[in-house]
């Protein structure tokens, strides 16, 4: 290992950002409404930056105040990975540009790869630069940010990565005079959660004698039922679930999380959000992408594990949850545990009549030709993995008996597009033309974020005929930039907040929803769908299979987004 250069402290954090990148800047057009009294965020033109009167992003100013983590050290394992070189590495160089991780921080990444700290050092730079989630750099802060950076490598089966490891830690303490304290992110193939756990565990790295100790694990946490149980109590075997932290990063987006706000901050929503007016709830995760040279992992997967067990399950348990006491780690998971517990049981028997899967075929998508499913790079022949699922929800409780909740995810369908749609039930009488549709609150999670009511209006003229009108909120009201998931949830872990994370038995419940699925589907012979429709049985570009229509019954359609 080269010799280091300087230590973290003396590398100091630089002052907050000022500027961010203008691909990352929201736009602002359209309808909006104003964001009142919020904290000193001027208005903005379209790509400009948000400074308060400090010239700082105000909202980044108030988590400064509030949200400091100690000292620690950051362990990413798998540091060379696509998901580092994108997405974290990114999301932490912004929250240490913004003076959001102190200036007694440093990160040591691990991998496999034989490489001194001075290739690793410059194989990050490269990352950020690379990177479209990267902030815009402040003079010399990329250089700055370097002299955090530490690698080791070795055999994460083996014992000696982690004394290694160790002796980073140790470096750090007596470079931050302080607590030995550390957050290890696993963002490696699932296979190696497991052994890298153990090892820390056999090392007394996951002991917090000498300061906290935290775990990362990315998804997916197993490949289905019996498997996760199987990881979960390895990882206990070793962690505190206090000290376990599993990512799901559609909880760190702020859409998300104004879901909750929007239901338990307002007076106004939570009477309506019952069976007495909702007819129903659509849950949509549209991808316009499709493979992206990911087929090693994807074929393995498929949708169902890769975007229904987490992300979906997650939106889910949130629209549908009850009111919490807290905005707290247990009162939150309480309540989404409780919810999952209530879903109607698919067993193998129901699945047809509850679930549709799709895979792609070759389409047109923005105007150019696409490859379907089985001709991209590395999928099998004649491949069954479904790209496309559609599920209809059924939650047995006092709120919910009646109302059912519509999920849907896919690949290379039109766009990209995330939303979760409460459609309320038609007004009881019609006394004027065009006066029966149904109201729908529309929470846009991603892009465009914001919330949207639908209701009908009287249009001018002399006649009462009515038409579908939109109230619209955007988020980019409030004139600051959205913080990205991966940084969101960072500084979560950082600062020991597990509530945007989910618990053992959130990941439990997830996966017995989706056992029988999974077991009516599942084709270890990788050919034909096992009783199912021939694939490809939807176009690149459209919105998936015509049976995820007909799963709505006659009086229901899927939005068009
Ligand atoms: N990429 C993404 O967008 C997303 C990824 N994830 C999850 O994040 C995790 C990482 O994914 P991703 O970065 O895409 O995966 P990659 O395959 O790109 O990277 C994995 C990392 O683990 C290392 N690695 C792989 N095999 C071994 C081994 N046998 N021993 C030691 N190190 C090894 C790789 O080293 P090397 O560079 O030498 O190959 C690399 O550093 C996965 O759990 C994935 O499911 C979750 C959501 C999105
Ligand atoms: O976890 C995953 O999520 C992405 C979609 O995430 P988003 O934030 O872009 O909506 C998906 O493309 C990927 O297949 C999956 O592994």
Same mark, same amino acid.
């Given at each position: 290992?080269?010799?280091?250069?300087?230590?973290?402290?003396?590398?100091?954090?630089?002052?907050?950002?000022?500027?961010?990148?203008a691909s990352?800047?929201?736009?602002?057009?359209?309808?909006?409404?104003?964001?009142?009294?919020?904290?000193?965020?001027?208005?903005?033109?379209?790509?400009?930056?948000?400074?308060?009167?400090d010239?700082?992003?105000?909202?980044?100013?108030?988590?400064?105040?509030?949200?400091?983590?100690?000292p620690?050290?950051?362990?990413?394992?798998?540091?060379?990975?696509?998901?580092?070189?994108?997405k974290?590495?990114?999301?932490?160089?912004g929250l240490?540009?913004?003076?959001?991780?102190?200036s007694?921080?440093?990160?040591?990444?691990?991998?496999?790869?034989?490489?001194?700290?001075?290739?690793?050092?410059?194989?990050?730079?490269?990352?950020?630069?690379?990177?479209k989630?990267?902030?815009?750099?402040?003079?010399?802060?990329?250089?700055?940010?370097?002299?955090?950076?530490?690698?080791e490598?070795?055999?994460?089966?083996?014992?000696?990565?982690?004394?290694?490891?160790?002796?980073?830690?140790?470096?750090a303490?007596?470079d931050?005079?302080?607590?030995? +304290?550390?957050?290890?992110?696993?963002?490696?193939?699932?296979?190696?959660?497991?052994?890298?756990?153990?090892?820390?565990?056999?090392?007394?790295?996951?002991?917090?004698?000498?300061g906290?100790?935290?775990?990362?694990?990315?998804k997916?946490?197993?490949?289905?039922?019996?498997?996760?149980?199987?990881?979960?109590?390895?990882?206990?075997?070793v962690?505190?679930?206090?000290?376990?932290?599993?990512?799901?990063?559609?909880?760190?987006k702020?859409?998300?999380q104004?879901?909750?706000a929007?239901?338990?901050?307002?007076?106004?929503?939570?009477?309506?959000?019952?069976r007495?007016?909702?007819?129903?709830v659509?849950?949509?995760?549209?991808?316009?992408?499709?493979?992206?040279?990911r087929?090693?992992?994807?074929?393995e997967?498929?949708?169902?594990?890769d975007?229904?067990? +987490?992300?979906?399950?997650?939106?889910?348990?949130?629209?549908?949850?009850?009111?919490?006491?807290?905005?707290?780690a247990?009162?939150?998971?309480?309540?989404?545990v409780?919810?999952?517990?209530?879903?109607?049981?698919?067993?193998?028997?129901r699945? +047809?009549?509850?679930?549709?899967?799709?895979?792609?075929?070759?389409?047109?998508l923005?105007?150019?030709?696409?490859?379907?499913?089985?001709?991209?790079p590395?999928? /099998?022949?004649?491949?069954?993995t479904?790209?496309?699922?559609?599920?209809?929800?059924?939650?047995? +409780?006092?709120?919910?008996?009646?109302?059912?909740?519509?999920?849907?995810?896919?690949?290379?369908?039109p766009?990209?597009v995330?939303?979760?749609?409460?459609?309320?039930?038609?007004?009881?009488?019609?006394?004027?033309?065009?006066?029966?549709?149904?109201?729908?609150?529309?929470? /846009?999670?991603?892009?465009?974020?914001?919330?949207?009511?639908k209701?009908?209006?009287?249009t001018?003229?002399?006649?009462?005929?009515?038409?579908?009108?939109?109230?619209?909120?955007?988020?980019?009201?409030f004139?600051?930039?959205?913080?990205?998931?991966?940084?969101?949830?960072?500084?979560?872990?950082m600062?020991?907040?597990?509530?945007?994370?989910?618990?053992?038995?959130?990941?439990?419940?997830?996966?017995?929803?989706?056992?029988?699925?999974?077991?009516?589907?599942?084709?270890?012979?990788?050919? /034909?769908?096992?009783?199912?429709?021939?694939?490809?049985n939807?176009?690149?570009?459209?919105?998936?299979?015509?049976?995820?229509?007909?799963l709505?019954g006659?009086?229901?359609?899927?939005? /068009?987004?």
């Amino acid at each position: 290992m080269s010799p280091r250069k300087a230590t973290a402290a003396q590398a100091g954090s630089p002052k907050p950002t000022q500027e961010k990148k203008a691909s990352r800047a929201r736009k602002s057009s359209g309808p909006q409404a104003a964001a009142v009294d919020a904290p000193a965020a001027p208005r903005r033109a379209r790509g400009a930056q948000a400074p308060g009167a400090d010239g700082t992003n105000p909202f980044r100013a108030l988590m400064r105040r509030s949200r400091a983590p100690e000292p620690a050290t950051l362990v990413i394992f798998g540091a060379t990975g696509d998901l580092a070189r994108r997405k974290l590495l990114p999301a932490v160089f912004g929250l240490w540009q913004d003076g959001l991780l102190g200036s007694a921080f440093n990160i040591v990444g691990i991998g496999r790869q034989e490489m001194n700290d001075e290739q690793f050092k410059d194989f990050v730079l490269a990352a950020l630069k690379e990177s479209k989630e990267t902030d815009t750099p402040q003079p010399g802060s990329l250089e700055k940010f370097r002299e955090l950076l530490y690698y080791e490598f070795g055999d994460f089966g083996g014992d000696e990565v982690y004394s290694l490891i160790d002796k980073e830690l140790r470096r750090a303490q007596a470079d931050h005079g302080g607590r030995k +304290n550390a957050l290890f992110y696993l963002s490696t193939p699932p296979s190696l959660f497991e052994p890298i756990s153990n090892g820390l565990g056999r090392l007394g790295l996951a002991d917090e004698s000498e300061g906290w100790r935290r775990l990362v694990i990315e998804k997916p946490f197993g490949h289905d039922l019996k498997s996760a149980r199987e990881l979960n109590d390895a990882i206990h075997r070793v962690w505190d679930e206090s000290q376990v932290y599993r990512i799901d990063h559609y909880l760190g987006k702020e859409t998300v999380q104004n879901l909750m706000a929007i239901r338990f901050g307002n007076a106004i929503f939570e009477p309506l959000w019952n069976r007495g007016f909702v007819d129903h709830v659509q849950i949509t995760a549209a991808e316009d992408l499709g493979l992206e040279g990911r087929a090693g992992y994807y074929e393995e997967a498929g949708v169902v594990r890769d975007m229904l067990q +987490n992300h979906l399950m997650q939106l889910f348990a949130l629209t549908a949850m009850e009111p919490p006491a807290a905005f707290d780690a247990n009162a939150i998971r309480d309540e989404k545990v409780k919810v999952l517990r209530a879903v109607k049981e698919i067993p193998s028997g129901r699945v +047809n009549e509850v679930a549709v899967r799709g895979q792609y075929g070759p389409g047109t998508l923005y105007g150019e030709d696409v490859p379907g499913y089985r001709e991209e790079p590395k999928v /099998r022949e004649g491949s069954a993995t479904p790209t496309y699922v559609a599920l209809k929800l059924e939650v047995d +409780n006092w709120r919910w008996q009646g109302v059912p909740f519509f999920l849907r995810t896919g690949k290379r369908l039109p766009k990209k597009v995330t939303e979760i749609a409460v459609v309320f039930k038609r007004p009881p009488l019609g006394i004027f033309p065009g006066g029966l549709e149904r109201n729908v609150l529309a929470f /846009r999670i991603q892009p465009d974020e914001g919330v949207s009511l639908k209701f009908s209006s009287k249009t001018p003229g002399q006649e009462m005929v009515l038409r579908e009108v939109v109230m619209d909120f955007r988020y980019d009201a409030f004139g600051a930039q959205l913080e990205s998931p991966y940084s969101r949830l960072l500084l979560d872990a950082m600062v020991g907040d597990a509530t945007l994370f989910p618990r053992e038995d959130e990941v439990d419940l997830a996966w017995q929803i989706v056992s029988g699925i999974l077991d009516t589907w599942d084709t270890p012979a990788g050919r /034909r769908p096992r009783k199912g429709p021939d694939f490809p049985n939807y176009v690149a570009g459209t919105w998936g299979p015509d049976e995820a229509d007909e799963l709505m019954g006659p009086d229901r359609r899927w939005r /068009r987004l």
